[in-house]
């Protein structure tokens, strides 16, 4: 069975730092496209990075400059270090992943459909 397992969730103050990671259960990253979302309470779930089987990567303009999505083949993991952190960065961060191919992005590079979810983690910015 195929499962995905977050971590690194919490509180954190304004301009500060965390570092999300994503572990799979059952498969490997490397052959996979992988996403990050979240999700603010009464707010729809938003993309805000993936990364394509090839290495490609992906950022919504809300993240890009601040956070940096990474894979690591050896450890089979992908982690989202987040930096600058701002109030309005507080959500359930959820990672996702599912196998890859270019008619799966719209032109801007965004995923929205994966295979595989974790069930989220909570990432609170607030001093």
């Known amino acids: 069975q195929m499962m995905i397992r977050e971590s690194g969730g919490g509180l954190a103050q304004p301009g500060g730092s965390l570092t999300l990671a994503c572990e799979p259960i059952?498969?490997?990253?490397?052959?996979?496209?992988t996403g990050w979302f979240r999700q603010a309470p009464g707010k729809e779930r938003e993309a805000i990075a993936n990364?394509?089987?090839?290495?490609?990567?992906y950022y919504a303009d809300a993240v890009k400059g601040r956070f940096t999505l990474f894979r690591n083949n050896v450890e089979n993991t992908v982690t989202l270090q987040m930096t600058n952190l701002k109030p309005e960065d507080t959500a359930v961060y959820y990672c996702?992943?599912?196998?890859?191919?270019?008619?799966?992005?719209?032109?801007?590079?965004?995923?929205?459909?994966?295979?595989?979810w974790g069930q989220g983690t909570q990432v609170t910015v607030s001093s």
């Open positions: 990364i394509r089987k090839d290495g490609e990567r």
């Open positions: 059952g498969f490997f990253f490397r052959y996979w496209g």
């Open positions: 996702a992943s599912g196998s890859d191919g270019p008619q799966l992005y719209d032109d801007d590079g965004i995923r929205y459909e994966y295979d595989v």
